[in-house]
């Protein structure tokens, strides 16, 4: 059962730009998590937030949460080309009972 | 350092075969996950586990078996039962419920042959 669905599903900007990426998901949630994944390699966790946040910032990353329209963005600043990689949203709904269910991802490509 | 390793990185299986892929962490996690994930796709649960000698199917569970006898150590067995192997299969841990986020492993490559 997917539970997010991540739009694009693959983004191509030049280094310096701004990157954004959507994840809508379906039932309520107690939080949503950002993962990044490099070609081949195992995903690394970025950063969550929990449902009673509407943003949060880490170094270059801003992601905002909307529960009403159950939907999270993450934006990257100034991109670089070793941001290249796929990004995934997961959430921890109330139902899951604290497994987490991941977004189909972007795939997120910055040239130099 | 505290970490989740996961063995081998690639494994090629025969048809009829069985497989087992090793999970094992530091990190004095409670919880651990299994993951596939298929050529530009999403995540999907196979197995989990939130305690010792514990453990729940997730959504594709059929044709993997799973074991949970010591809390540093997770192993999945593909079994001859699963029809279409070839994937990549992630192995994860958190401290309980996911608040804290999850550590993965660097996965491994499994390819019928």
């Known amino acids: 059962s997917q539970q997010g669905e991540e739009d694009p599903q693959a983004l191509s900007i030049q280094e310096g730009e701004n990157a954004t990426m959507n994840c809508s998901y379906k039932t309520s949630i107690n939080n949503l998590q950002w993962y990044r994944q490099n070609s081949g390699r195992g995903l690394v966790h970025l950063i969550l937030i929990r449902s009673n946040e509407r943003e949060k910032h880490s170094g270059r990353l801003r992601v905002t949460l909307d529960t009403s329209k159950k939907s999270s963005s993450l934006l990257i600043t100034a991109s670089r080309a070793a941001d290249t990689a796929s990004y995934f949203c997961a959430t921890d709904a109330y139902n899951q009972g604290g497994k987490l269910i991941f977004g189909q991802g972007t795939e997120l490509s910055v040239k130099p | 350092d505290g970490g989740i390793t996961q063995s081998p990185k690639y494994l090629f299986r025969k048809e009829g075969q069985n497989v087992t892929l090793s999970c094992e962490q530091n990190?004095?996690?409670?919880?651990m996950y299994w993951y596939r994930q298929d050529p530009g796709q999403g995540l999907r649960l196979i197995y989990y586990s939130q305690i010792v000698n514990d453990f729940q199917k997730g959504d594709i569970a059929e044709g993997y078996s799973v074991s949970r006898e010591k809390k540093e150590s997770f192993p999945l067995t593909v079994t001859s039962a699963q029809k279409n192997p070839t994937a990549f299969y992630l192995c994860?841990?958190?401290?309980?419920?996911?608040?804290?986020?999850?550590?993965f492993g660097s996965g491994t490559r499994l390819t019928v042959v």
């Open positions: 994860a841990s958190s401290i309980g419920r996911s608040f804290y986020g999850y550590t």
């Open positions: 990190l004095n996690h409670d919880a």
